[in-house]
């Protein structure tokens, strides 16, 4: 049984790019929630989505979007990338948020 | 709004030690709680989940407290290996549609 698969797992980006990152549930989950991780720090929480629709958002700029599908995988896009984007991205999915399940994560380097 | 705090934020113990990693967290009225464990840049693994309406959850030679009404939690790890060394994460979920909120981690070394 696969568990939550996120890509890609590095990327490299230059300051005003956007990016988008995607993650597939585990199988059974239908809530996907994503969190940045700076380093030295916990997670810190983005956004969760649940029937294709964004339920809860953490305190980050309209430069962080998502989306998710009928399958339930996601995907996270940030805009007018800056330095301080540069973290490890993480997504985890749940069955109505219990019991979360994390990916291996994104790391995103801004140059 | 719910605020997670660990304490220590590193530790260091020699191989053979029993450890306690501590967590608070300030709202009481929580859904349920999961410790993870994050090796360097990885993503995270669950080791445990606490109901609220549980007191401990036992997994090998780790253990884990819950006491809602101090807003406590504590890891407990029994005979640390040098395989133990990560970063082990405390999150709460406080119910309904929050979302699960982290501390900052406690960096555990054991040395052999």
């Known amino acids: 049984d696969a568990g939550v698969t996120q890509s890609p797992t590095h990327l490299i980006k230059t300051r005003g790019q956007q990016v988008t990152l995607r993650c597939s549930p585990k199988?059974?989950?239908?809530?996907v929630s994503w969190y940045q991780q700076a380093l030295g720090q916990g997670p810190q929480f983005i956004f969760q989505?649940?029937?294709?629709?964004?339920?809860q958002r953490g305190n980050f700029p309209d430069r962080f979007s998502g989306h998710q599908f009928p399958n339930y995988s996601s995907e996270l896009n940030v805009n007018a990338l800056l330095l301080g984007d540069s973290a490890l991205y993480l997504c985890?999915?749940?069955?109505?948020?219990?019991?979360?399940?994390f990916g291996s994560g994104t790391r995103l380097t801004v140059v | 709004k719910q605020e997670v705090t660990q304490i220590p934020a590193a530790l260091s113990v020699p191989e053979g030690e029993n450890l306690v990693l501590n967590c608070s967290f300030t709202?009481?009225?929580?859904?349920?709680l999961q410790w993870f464990r994050q090796d360097p840049g990885k993503g995270l693994t669950s080791l445990l989940l606490?109901?609220?309406?549980?007191r401990e959850q036992t997994s090998g030679r780790l253990n884990a407290s819950l006491d809602k009404s101090s807003g406590r939690s504590t890891l407990y790890i029994a005979a640390s290996q040098p395989g133990d060394s990560a970063t082990y994460l405390c999150?709460?979920?406080?119910?309904?549609?929050?979302?699960?909120?982290f501390g900052k981690g406690t960096r555990l070394s054991v040395i052999a």
């Open positions: 999150a709460v979920l406080s119910g309904g549609n929050t979302p699960l909120v």
């Open positions: 989505y649940y029937e294709e629709e964004e339920r």
């Open positions: 199988s059974g989950h239908d809530t």
């Open positions: 606490i109901q609220s309406s549980q």
């Open positions: 709202d009481s009225a929580i859904y349920n």
């Open positions: 985890a999915s749940s069955y109505t948020n219990y019991g979360y399940t």
